[in-house]
């Protein structure tokens, strides 16, 4: 036994030792295989960086503008100032060197890491790759070239390109040989680093005499560049040590776990056979005994077990397990002797029936099937019985009855989720659905039609931000509770996500009885709402849409509704309106506006003109306002008021906000010397953050004097968030612009404007001027005006002066500056220019 014993462990000794090399030779393969996958990583990496590269050349090259201002003429103003070939090349691709080589070969323009500079590509990188590219640039000039450098001991990036006219039939190409554009990636120590890191290799880097002293694994590659060769090292991943130091030490445990658990299997063996004799006469004689345990227990294993229980051929309860009055609270004596039937019960069939089929001797089962507590509560259970013969030979039914009831209520749960709101108990979209198909199909008739009805809640955004969303949640409970006792039983009413409502009016008798309905909803939903100590309120906007006049499926109701209540809150909120079929049109356009406005917004389809301000006192002109106007390509010149409202609801009135006012600082800086602009500012932009900044990078960027420009605001602008209103005019102040209240006496027109917010002047509406000097009345509201704005120490200037007589009235009433036809139209900006020299004369 003991040579056995040894030469087994002999055996598995070698077997581990086999294992333990094998794991050492598998670990250097990982080991390999990782860094040759890491190389070509690597050099993937470089291949993407430069063809990325190359196809900026290329989109810079090939480029009408660029044939233009860096070719026919060098054009530093475009290039530099306007950023087309500039600092924002450094900012945004890190590229550190722009050059653009004559076609003599001469540097006529450099920007070197984002500021522009005199020197030579010899110069800067001490290389002069010249040749090489005016070779390869032969071969294909359509196409960009490329090449790897050593610059100061560091990798870069070259590519060029000849500069065309590309695609711009626009630009007329001029004979001679090309110029050369050409940008650097200088691929620098940081710049590597995160490079590598992108692709999951860590510390890259140049490989030093330093770095080679490392005490980890690396890994290198060698780069042949142009005019030197340098190699890349990293950090190897060395999955393969991982490996050792997991796999090892676990293979010498389960090798010396193993010997163990052989030598004392092998010992135990001895002594069962010993005790093997001496137990065969104990279980021969116990054999018998657990015969008829054994085919008991073996049934019950077999079945899913909760509660075991035994019955007789009447099926009255013989045995109940100690787990029935655990799991039903009744007493085990309190059932014994009566039929299972009278405590259990199954809708399916009679549970007695199912018990006594005949022919049935395998297990059986039964769900949910219902009996009662002892305390009276209504539970369920999965039945399984299986007939049984007794050793006196009768019939008998034994088996398990497992509680269900979580499961039963958790099923009735998610199917009442399913078809219902959460939150308020109303009916979900798959319930109102299903409601509308179903009364969609018994026809509803134009006596008789179906109203669908779209309802939004107005201002609720606001109660979510200021009480925050347990209030919220409120007052949707509230409403859903108001909105179901303005109905009758026959309606419905859904909850469509959000703040939106669905309600469905089958069978209405007139046309009126909706209007009725719209007026009761809309005077429940205004009432006061009082939450957490708060008086809330808010109001509704509703669109209605009848079936079968507009349409007979449930997809085109609620879109005709949907397309309803967006009229309805674009008509000022807290109404109904039902749908026609205009209304549909009238999105289809409003969208086409929309992707207009955005295209025009790319393709410069946008000018500015210039109205001059006279100043009473100096008798010049010594201001301009900046007026936009959109030449649209279909519909001719637009004015603002037929595009700012769209661009003010989309989000786009911010780009077009920021192109008119680094259009006109550009201008006042370059053409209008000495003279002030005003730039008209959306009181839409003073919901959002970041117009201070966006104002402080206009003059910055035209550096013009913050003193020239002044900003024109509607009353509007502080109604939103007076403080938040503040604040950012506090911050325009800050910067040395103007501010003016544009458009004065046709708002709220209240003094505590003029005394609480920083504003520098009145521009006084035109419909007021206009009246002057014939109606006294007129009169009387502008001088009165005036008086005001002096008396807060404002200027005041007066829109829409047409006439000798207006602006002598003004002159008596001591106006500061006045603006209209009279003094000049609106004008672009050459013409502008003309006109005020000959004012000047």
């Known amino acids: ?156 990036l070259l590519a060029a390109a000849w500069i065309t006219t590309g695609d711009d039939e626009d630009v007329q190409p001029v004979p001679g040989p090309p110029s050369m554009l050409m940008f650097i990636d200088q691929l620098g120590p940081q710049e590597l680093r995160e490079l ?97 345990s054994e085919r008991r227990f073996r049934d019950v294993v077999e079945a899913t077990t909760d509660w075991i229980w035994e019955t007789d051929d009447q099926l009255r309860f013989t045995w109940l397990s100690e787990r029935f009055p655990v799991i039903t609270g009744h007493r085990i004596d309190a059932w014994l002797g009566r039929p299972i039937t009278q405590f259990i019960e199954c809708e399916q069939i009679a549970l007695g029936d199912w018990l006594l089929q005949p022919g049935q001797t395998a297990h059986r089962g039964l769900t949910h099937c219902r009996y009662f507590s002892a305390q009276g509560h209504q539970r369920y259970c999965n039945l399984v019985a299986k007939p049984t013969t007794t050793p006196e030979g009768a019939l008998s039914y034994r088996g398990t009855a497992t509680d269900v009831t979580l499961e039963v209520e ?126 809330i309120f808010i109001g509704a906007s509703m669109g209605i849409a009848l079936a079968p006049q507009d349409a007979v499926n449930a997809t085109d109701l609620l879109r005709y509704s949907d397309i309803a209540l967006y009229k309805a809150k674009s008509a000022g909120r807290n109404g109904w309106v039902f749908y026609s079929a205009d209304m549909e049109e009238q999105i289809v356009q409003r969208r086409e506006m929309e992707k207009s406005l955005r295209e025009a917004l790319k393709e410069e389809q946008f000018r500015l003109v210039y109205q001059p301000r006279y100043d009473m006192k100096a008798g010049r002109v010594v201001a301009v306002e900046a007026l936009l106007r959109w030449h649209h390509p279909a519909h001719g010149l637009l004015m603002p008021d037929q595009f700012i409202p769209l661009a003010e609801e989309t989000g786009l009135i911010i780009p077009l906000s920021d192109w008119v006012l680094n259009t006109a600082c550009h201008d006042a800086q370059n053409e209008l010397p000495g003279m002030a602009v005003s730039v008209n500012i959306s009181a839409v932009e003073f919901q959002t953050s970041g117009l ?119 002159k008596m009433f001591q106006c500061d500056e006045s603006q209209g036809y009279l003094i000049s139209r609106p004008m672009p900006l050459a013409d502008l220019k003309g006109q005020i020299e000959k004012m000047g004369e």
């Open 196 to 292: 590598g890191e992108e692709y999951g290799i860590r510390d890259l880097h140049v490989q030093t005499a330093a770095s080679r002293q490392a005490d980890y694994r690396q890994v290198a590659l060698p780069l042949a560049l142009h005019n030197a060769s340098v190699v890349l090292e990293w950090r190897s991943e060395n999955p393969g040590r991982s490996l050792l130091l997991v796999m090892l030490p676990l293979m010498v445990f389960i090798s010396l776990l193993t010997a163990l658990l052989a030598a004392w299997l092998m010992r135990s063996a001895l002594n069962k056979a010993r005790l093997n004799d001496e137990n065969h006469f104990l279980l021969e004689q116990s054999r018998q005994a657990l015969a008829a």
């Open 692 to 810: 201070v900044a966006r104002v402080r990078e206009a003059l910055h960027t035209s550096k013009l004097d913050p003193a020239r420009l002044a900003l024109e605001v509607t009353e509007n602008a502080t109604l939103w968030n007076p403080q938040s209103s503040l604040e950012i005019m506090n911050g325009l102040k800050a910067l040395g612009v103007r501010l003016l209240i544009d458009d004065f006496g046709t708002g709220y027109s209240s003094l505590s404007y003029l005394r609480n917010f920083p504003f520098d002047g009145i521009k006084l509406d035109k419909s007021f001027v206009a009246g002057m000097p014939h109606s006294e009345n007129a009169n009387n509201i502008v001088e009165n005006i005036i008086g005001l704005g002096k008396a807060f120490s404002l200027s005041i200037t007066a829109e829409g002066v047409e006439t000798p007589e207006q602006l002598e009235q003004l």
């Open 1 to 156: 036994m003991k040579r056995s014993l040894l030469f087994m462990l002999s055996l598995l000794g070698l077997f581990f030792l086999i294992a333990i090399l094998a794991l050492l030779r598998i670990a250097c393969d990982i080991n390999n295989r990782a860094d040759e996958q890491s190389k070509t990583l690597l050099q993937k990496a470089l291949q993407n960086q430069q063809t990325t590269l190359k196809g900026h050349a290329r989109d810079y090259a090939a480029w009408g503008e660029s044939y233009t201002h860096l070719h026919k003429t060098l054009d530093t103003d475009w290039a530099w100032q306007k950023q087309n070939l500039g600092a924002s090349l450094f900012d945004d691709f890190n590229y550190e060197g722009i050059f653009v080589i004559g076609p003599q070969g001469d540097t006529r323009y450099s920007v070197i890491e984002g500021k522009r500079a005199n020197l030579t590509l010899a110069q800067w990188s001490g290389n002069q790759p010249l040749a090489a590219l005016n070779a390869a640039l032969a071969k294909n000039p359509q196409e960009p070239v490329s090449l790897a450098l050593s610059i100061n001991g560091q990798p870069a």
């Open 410 to 535: 958790a099923q009735e749960r998610v199917q009442y989720l399913s078809h219902h709101d959460e939150l308020t108990g109303l009916p979900n979209r798959v319930r109102m659905k299903e409601f509308l198909e179903g009364k969609l199909r018994s026809m509803p008739t134009r006596e008789h039609p179906l109203a669908m009805i779209s309802l939004d809640l107005d201002k609720f955004k606001p109660v979510n931000d200021l009480f925050g969303h347990g209030a919220g949640d409120e007052v949707l409970h509230q409403i859903s509770e108001r909105l179901r006792a303005c109905l009758r039983d026959v309606d419905l009413v859904a909850r469509q996500g959000g703040d939106e409502f669905i309600l469905i009016i089958p069978d209405i008798e007139q046309k009126q009885d909706i209007v009725h309905l719209c007026e009761r909803i809309v005077r429940e939903i205004r009432r006061p709402l009082y939450i957490q100590d708060h008086e």
